[in-house]
């Protein structure tokens, strides 16, 4: 069972709906809403083992993008094209059954075939986000960190948790305010789910103090009360180093995370639901709508590709 029974952060995860920074108008009915041809257009990625791709694709398309499921082989035989999108989304799963570790047999694939490709668009302002497997696709790439602009080296792993075992649940989680990362911008203190058996972020203690100095390090692990977890179980799930739990390159466009932004499309998605609507209901208070924090992830990368 998740260890959160309610929204205890100082500053709820489950937020009224005037602390939002953007209006429940702003979130489409995905099934409703006309894309025009300018619209923002997301590749979610797909293939062997990927099973994330459907609320990945619906995470983006609540944020006002037109998101398409993309396979990995459409790509590599060119018979679609990575340079008609803006933002690429490397998704949650298993790909390859985690044969020689997660995202490994994926980024081999991948970077001897359309590794420049995607490089490419990085270096020509596009935006990259990597949630759990994707994560671990990225780091494997050399994505990520992108020290000194370096996209093909790796220099940081996502390995076993510490605890040898798979983690599903959910937990809080600070955002760094002076992070790069363009996927996390307003964003503070917030709760999102975990499902991962190998998340433990590693890199040698130089890396690891470059990537802070340079504020890089986007998500950290926390208490219920918003200090960090101090690699305390199971607040920090899996062991990783500083309590990290998403990085980005310096520019901020390309971003990893271990927790599931997607999986929070909806309020109810919150296990502190049912206490926090009663609680709310009793104070007079109104019930919260318009985007959840797992949903902003996704807004705010549409918000910056219209706005560049």
Same mark, same amino acid.
């Given at each position: 069972?998740?260890?959160?029974?309610?929204?205890?952060?100082?500053?709820?995860?489950?937020?009224?709906?005037?602390?939002?920074?953007?209006?429940?108008?702003?979130?489409?009915?995905?099934?409703?809403?006309?894309?025009?041809?300018?619209?923002?257009?997301?590749?979610?990625? =797909?293939?062997?083992?990927?099973?994330?791709?459907?609320? =990945?694709?619906?995470?983006?398309?609540?944020?006002?993008?037109?998101?398409?499921? /993309?396979?990995?082989?459409?790509?590599?035989?060119?018979?679609?094209?990575?340079?008609?999108?803006?933002?690429?989304?490397?998704?949650?799963?298993?790909?390859?059954?985690?044969?020689?570790?997660?995202?490994?047999?994926?980024?081999?694939?991948?970077?001897?075939?359309?590794?420049?490709?995607?490089?490419?668009? %990085?270096?020509?302002?596009?935006?990259?986000?990597?949630?759990?497997?994707?994560?671990?696709?990225? #780091?494997?790439?050399?994505?990520?960190?992108?020290?000194?602009?370096?996209?093909?080296?790796?220099? /940081?792993?996502?390995?076993?948790?510490?605890?040898?075992?798979?983690?599903?649940?959910? /937990?809080?989680?600070?955002?760094? $305010?002076?992070?790069?990362?363009?996927?996390?911008?307003?964003?503070?203190?917030?709760?999102?789910?975990?499902?991962?058996?190998?998340?433990?972020?590693?890199?040698?203690?130089?890396? %690891?103090?470059?990537?802070?100095?340079?504020?890089?390090? #986007?998500?950290?692990?926390?208490?219920?009360?918003?200090?960090?977890?101090?690699?305390?179980?199971?607040?920090?799930?899996?062991?990783? /180093?500083?309590?990290?739990?998403?990085?980005?390159?310096?520019?901020?466009?390309?971003?990893?995370?271990?927790?599931?932004?997607?999986?929070?499309?909806?309020? =109810?998605?919150? $296990?502190?639901?049912?206490?926090?609507?009663?609680?709310?209901?009793?104070?007079?208070?109104?019930?919260?709508?318009?985007? =959840? %924090?797992?949903?902003?992830?996704?807004?705010?990368?549409?918000?910056?590709?219209?706005?560049?």
């Amino acid at each position: 069972m998740p260890h959160i029974k309610n929204s205890s952060h100082p500053e709820s995860s489950i937020q009224d709906p005037a602390s939002s920074q953007h209006p429940a108008s702003s979130i489409q009915d995905p099934v409703s809403s006309q894309h025009p041809a300018s619209a923002v257009k997301a590749l979610v990625l =797909t293939g062997y083992g990927l099973n994330c791709d459907h609320e =990945t694709a619906y995470a983006f398309e609540l944020a006002g993008a037109r998101a398409e499921r /993309v396979h990995i082989n459409s790509l590599i035989d060119g018979s679609r094209r990575l340079a008609d999108f803006q933002i690429m989304a490397f998704v949650g799963g298993f790909s390859w059954g985690d044969d020689h570790g997660a995202g490994v047999i994926q980024a081999v694939r991948m970077r001897t075939t359309i590794g420049e490709t995607i490089i490419e668009f %990085v270096e020509d302002g596009n935006l990259v986000i990597g949630i759990c497997n994707g994560f671990q696709a990225l #780091v494997n790439l050399g994505l990520l960190p992108g020290l000194d602009g370096d996209y093909r080296s790796r220099t /940081v792993a996502l390995s076993t948790n510490d605890r040898g075992r798979f983690r599903n649940d959910w /937990v809080h989680l600070k955002a760094n $305010p002076e992070s790069p990362c363009v996927f996390t911008r307003g964003l503070q203190q917030l709760d999102l789910p975990i499902r991962h058996g190998e998340g433990k972020l590693y890199a040698e203690s130089g890396v %690891v103090d470059r990537l802070i100095a340079g504020g890089q390090v #986007v998500l950290q692990y926390t208490l219920p009360d918003g200090t960090l977890a101090g690699g305390a179980f199971p607040f920090n799930p899996n062991g990783s /180093v500083h309590d990290i739990a998403g990085i980005c390159d310096p520019t901020g466009r390309i971003f990893g995370l271990m927790p599931h932004p997607e999986a929070y499309n909806h309020w =109810t998605n919150h $296990p502190g639901w049912p206490r926090e609507k009663e609680t709310r209901k009793r104070r007079g208070l109104p019930t919260p709508s318009g985007p =959840t %924090v797992g949903i902003r992830v996704f807004q705010n990368a549409v918000d910056f590709v219209r706005n560049r």
